[in-house]
């Protein structure tokens, strides 16, 4: 003889749970998975970022022209 008796509305209650537990974890692997991707993807950009090559300084500054060093025409 039983001695608890599961009614169907704590049947619905207890797959209800369950869904909404399933729901969650998976939501929260997706979740994961995003932030991982961005910062593999955040990594990689500043690597790229280093690896780029500064440009080398000029060895002789070129002179600088005022507005009034015109030729002269004529």
Known sequence: MPVVKITGQG???IALS?????GLLIGER???RRANAGRAQAL???HRLRRRVAPQ???VPMPHLT???RPALG
Do not use: D, I, K, T
């Open 11 to 13: 049947l619905s209650a």
């Open 18 to 22: 369950v869904a909404l537990l399933w």
């Open 30 to 32: 997706s979740v994961a």
């Open 44 to 46: 990689e950009e500043l």
């Open 57 to 59: 300084p000029v060895s």
């Open 67 to 69: 507005p009034g060093a």
